[in-house]
C-alpha cells in the first residue's frame, strides 16, 4: 500500500447503497479507507487501469455486467487485488462461487447497514488473505526453483507450505465463526425483545379466559410452549456466540430477584412450592450487571424448580458476610477471587427437591451435563450461570444432599460506595 490509508474502489450503482459502504467505511480509524466510487462496471475497470487501488468492493450486478460475469470481469484484469463482493440476499451458493472464482469473501448489504463492522472486518480479513495468497505464489515459485536445484530441499519447502496452507484454511474458518457469532448475538438481542413482549402478553391473556374456552387456553399454552423453546434457544446463541459486554453497576440485589421471580411465579403457582424469601431491605447495593444477573437467578430458579416436581419450597436468602476464614476462592492465592477480610454479599436460592447424588457434584458446571430427559435440559444452565458470575468476580458454590435438596450460594462484590 503506498501510504496508511487503504484505497478502496467501490463498484456499486446503487446510490444508497453506496452510501451504506461509505458510511460504514469512514466509521474505521485503523486503517482509514479512502473510497473511490464507480457507479457501473466498466467505470471501476478504467479506475482500476489507472492504478493506486488497494482493495475493491463490488456489486454483482451493475447496469453493464451482471451475476458473477461481473467478477471474472474484474479477475481478467487484475490477480493481485483482493475482492470483496456484496449481494442483496443470503445466498450461500453464489457466495461459495464467488469465493471460489477469485472473490476473497463476500457481504449481504443489509448486514452492513445494521452492523457496519462487519464490512471492516471483512475488508480486513480480505487484504490480509490476499496478502497471504500472493506469498504463497511466491512459495510456490521458490519451491519450483528449488526443486530443480536440489530435490530433498524442495520436498521439505512443500511441506512447509502444505502446512501453511493448512493453517490457513484454520484461520478462515475461524474468521468466518467469528463474524458469523457476531452477527448472532447482534440478531438474538433482536429477537429477545419481541419474544419477552409475546410471553408477557399470553400472561396478560390467560386470566381473561372464561372456563369455557378450553380451546383458547390451549392455544395459549402451545404459544406459550413454543416462545419459551425459542428464547432457550436466543439465550443459548447469546451465551455463547458471544458473551455480552459486562456493564457493573451498582444495583439493589432485591429488585433484580423480584424481577426473576416474576418469571417463574407460574411454574411455582402450578407445582403448589411455597417461596419464602429473605433480603434485607437495607441489603447495600452489589456490583453487578442486571441483565446478565436476572439470567443467573432464572437459572437457579429453573433448577431448583425441576428439582421439586411434587411441590417443596423455595429460599432466597441475602446477607453481608465479612469472609473471615479461607475457602473456596477465598483466600491469598493468586487465584482466589477474595481475600480474607473482604466483605461480599452472601445470595442463597435453596431448594428442597430431589437433590444432586455426590458423585455427580462436580460435574454439575461442565457445559452439557445434564440428568434431564432430551427436552427439558441442555445442560448449559449452571455452566453459563459460572461463567456470568466469573464474569461479574464473584463466586459460586453448591452444595447437594441427595433425597433433601440442593443450596446455591453466591458470594457477590459490594459495589464500592458500600464500604469497600
Ligand atoms: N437445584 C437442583 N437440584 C437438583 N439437581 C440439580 C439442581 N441444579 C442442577 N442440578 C443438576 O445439575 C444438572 C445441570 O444443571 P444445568 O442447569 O447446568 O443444566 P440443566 O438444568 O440440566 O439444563 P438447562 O439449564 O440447560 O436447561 C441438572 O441436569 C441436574 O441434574
Ligand atoms: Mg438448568
Redesign the pocket.
Known amino acids: 500500500m503506498t501510504n496508511d490509508r487503504v484505497k478502496v474502489l467501490l463498484i456499486e450503482d446503487s446510490p444508497e447503497d453506496a452510501h451504506v459502504m461509505q458510511d460504514a467505511l469512514a466509521a474505521a480509524s485503523e486503517p482509514q479507507f479512502e473510497v473511490t466510487w464507480a457507479n457501473r462496471l466498466s467505470l471501476g475497470l478504467e479506475q482500476l487501469r489507472g492504478g493506486g487501488m488497494d482493495v475493491i468492493l463490488t456489486d454483482l450486478d451493475l447496469p453493464d455486467s451482471r451475476g458473477l460475469n461481473t467478477l471474472a470481469a474484474i479477475r481478467a484484469q487484475t490477480d493481485r487485488h483482493p475482492i470483496v463482493v456484496l449481494t442483496s440476499s443470503d445466498n450461500d451458493q453464489l457466495a461459495i462461487q464467488a469465493v471460489q472464482q477469485g472473490a476473497q469473501d463476500y457481504l449481504v448489504k443489509g448486514y452492513v447497514q445494521v452492523y457496519p463492522s462487519l464490512l471492516l472486518r471483512a475488508m480486513g480479513y480480505a487484504i490480509e488473505r490476499n496478502r497471504m495468497a500472493q506469498r504463497e505464489k511466491e512459495l510456490t515459485g521458490a519451491v519450483a526453483a528449488a526443486a530443480l536445484a536440489e530435490g530433498q530441499r524442495a520436498a521439505e519447502l512443500d511441506r512447509a507450505y502444505q502446512e501453511l496452507k493448512q493453517t490457513q484454511a484454520l484461520l478462515v474458518q475461524a474468521e468466518k465463526m467469528a463474524a458469523v457469532g457476531q452477527l448472532a448475538s447482534g440478531i438474538a438481542h433482536e429477537v429477545k425483545n419481541p419474544l419477552n413482549i409475546i410471553l408477557q402478553s399470553i400472561n396478560y391473556l390467560e386470566p381473561e379466559l372464561k372456563p369455557e374456552q378450553a380451546q383458547q387456553q390451549e392455544i395459549l399454552n402451545v404459544m406459550r410452549e413454543a416462545v419459551t423453546a425459542a428464547n ?1 434457544i436466543i439465550r ?1 446463541l447469546l451465551d455463547f456466540s458471544k458473551p455480552t459486554p459486562l456493564e457493573l453497576k451498582p444495583a439493589p440485589l432485591r429488585g433484580v430477584i423480584e424481577a426473576s421471580l416474576v418469571l417463574v411465579r407460574k411454574e411455582l403457582d402450578a407445582r403448589g412450592i411455597r417461596l419464602a424469601h429473605e433480603i434485607p431491605a437495607d441489603l447495600p447495593p452489589v456490583l453487578l450487571d442486571e441483565n446478565q444477573m436476572k439470567q443467573v437467578f432464572l ?2 430458579f ?3 424448580i ?3 416436581p411434587q411441590g417443596g419450597q423455595l429460599t432466597v436468602r441475602a446477607a453481608v458476610q465479612d469472609l473471615a476464614k479461607p475457602g473456596d476462592g477465598v483466600g491469598k492465592r493468586a487465584s482466589d477471587v477474595f481475600r480474607i477480610g473482604d466483605r461480599a454479599v452472601a445470595c442463597e ?1 435453596a ?1 428442597t ?4 447424588p455426590k458423585e ?1 457434584l462436580p ?5 452439557f ?4 430427559a432430551p427436552g ?10 459460572k461463567t456470568l458470575i466469573d464474569g461479574h468476580r464473584g463466586l459460586i458454590q ?1 452444595a ?1 444432599e441427595e433425597g433433601r ?2 443450596t ?1 450460594t453466591l458470594l457477590l462484590r459490594l459495589a464500592p460506595a458500600g464500604g469497600r
Open positions: 432457550t443459548g437459572n437457579l429453573l433448577n431448583a425441576h428439582a421439586m436460592v431448594d427437591g430431589t437433590g444432586i455427580l460435574k454439575v458446571f461442565t457445559p451435563f445434564t440428568t434431564k427439558e435440559g441442555v445442560g448449559l444452565g449452571l455452566s453459563i450461570t453448591i447437594s435438596g440442593t446455591v
